[in-house]
């Protein structure tokens, strides 16, 4: 059983908005840290939002501030992304992830969903 799973990936219009949901198994929201991060072809995975476990300290990408929000519902078991006013440069594959502690570092995430494609495209 994969530990997270993305969903809510598809093609928008620029301007348009989408909701990625991350469902997560056998780690607590309580716990651990979840991230969001992307990766467009040719180009580095980075990161674009992260939710503390405790708190729910929020981390945003310079890039998506003011576009993007990071939600959490600890009952479900799921993170959430609500994208809003979409770019064509917002297009890659969003990824899920969990980590131990707070940060927005990839390679300090040990737990990684498969992926969702979102496209900006008119």
């Known amino acids: 059983q994969e530990l997270l799973v993305e969903s809510g990936g598809g093609l928008v219009p620029p301007g348009g908005s989408l909701r990625l949901s991350c469902a997560v198994s056998?780690?607590?929201?309580?716990?651990?840290?979840i991230g969001w991060f992307r990766q467009a072809p040719g180009k580095e995975r980075e990161a674009v939002s992260c939710i503390s476990g405790s708190s729910g300290t929020t981390y945003y990408a310079d890039s998506v501030k003011g576009r993007f929000t990071i939600s959490k519902d600890n009952a479900k078991n799921a993170v959430y992304l609500q994208m809003t006013s979409l770019k064509p440069e917002d297009t890659a594959v969003y990824y899920c992830?969990?980590?131990?502690?707070?940060?927005?570092?990839?390679?300090?995430?040990?737990?990684w969903g498969q992926g969702t494609q979102v496209t900006v495209a008119s």
């Open positions: 992830a969990a980590a131990v502690t707070f940060n927005w570092v990839p390679e300090e995430y040990d737990y």
């Open positions: 056998k780690l607590s929201l309580d716990h651990f840290a």
